[in-house]
């Protein structure tokens, strides 16, 4: 089956700096590679679509200086949460699609981020 | 009002019941339906697609009603290991590739 990965599982970081998640698919080619973020007892928040060799598409009110992505190839999409803040403090998922053209996704384990 | 509104229960039933939960949508233009479960700080899984005319994947069921909006999984035969959050998710096409995610149900197997 599809498999993604998701890189760290977890980070601690203090006020103002900033951290890069890697989401990778490791047996396909995603084209396309999805950023969700999932704070406690709510749902999964769309934040950007990272298309493989052009600009991430943002969804309203996500910040794109805030929340740079990075989708340099069929295979690897990166989340760099700059200067980051306690409020950012969430549970980061991607997710990728098949190349194939299909509509499910399929997700990665998720980075929990604690900014404290 | 809410995209994608389940009952966020718990729901609490005994091993072995049968038990079924619902979602509604809002937006008639949607095109794709999903079913994903999603254990305790975990990421979701893929447990079915949805499709018009019903679509069933050994104890479990799923209906969809364009006309109301609604989408239903229907779980029989309830295993301890079926403990999970249930999230319904939409997909309204037309180039937003992205997933809309409800709150999810929380199902609680009992033995």
């Known amino acids: 089956g599809a498999v993604v990965s998701q890189h760290p599982s977890w980070v601690i970081c203090k006020s103002g700096t900033s951290v890069k998640i890697e989401c990778r698919s490791l047996?396909?080619?995603?084209?396309?590679m999805f950023w969700y973020r999932q704070f406690p007892k709510q749902s999964l928040m769309l934040m950007a679509t990272?298309?493989?060799?052009?600009?991430?598409?943002?969804e309203q009110g996500v910040e794109k200086d805030k929340f740079l992505i990075n989708h340099a190839s069929l295979t690897l999409s990166t989340l760099t949460v700059t200067s980051a803040h306690p409020e950012d403090s969430s549970f980061y998922i991607c997710?990728?699609?098949?190349?194939?053209?299909?509509?499910?996704?399929?997700f990665g384990p998720g980075t929990r981020l604690t900014v404290t | 009002r809410k995209e994608v509104e389940q009952d966020p229960g718990p729901f609490n039933v005994p091993e072995g019941a049968t038990v079924a939960f619902n979602c509604t949508y809002s937006?008639?233009?949607?095109?794709?339906f999903f079913w994903y479960r999603q254990d305790c700080r975990k990421e979701p899984k893929l447990l079915m697609s949805?499709?018009?005319s019903g679509n069933e994947d050994g104890r479990f069921t799923a209906q969809l009603n364009r006309a109301s909006q609604y989408i239903s999984l229907l779980i029989r035969d309830s295993k301890l290991s079926d403990s999970a959050t249930y999230l319904c998710?939409?997909?309204?096409?037309?180039?937003?590739?992205?997933?809309?995610f409800g709150k999810g149900t929380h199902l609680i197997i009992q033995p």
């Open positions: 047996d396909f080619q995603a084209t396309t």
């Open positions: 937006n008639s233009a949607s095109q794709s």
């Open positions: 998710v939409v997909n309204i096409g037309g180039g937003a590739d992205g997933l809309t």
């Open positions: 997710s990728a699609r098949l190349a194939s053209g299909s509509l499910e996704q399929y």
């Open positions: 990272s298309n493989e060799g052009s600009k991430a598409t943002y």
């Open positions: 949805v499709y018009s």
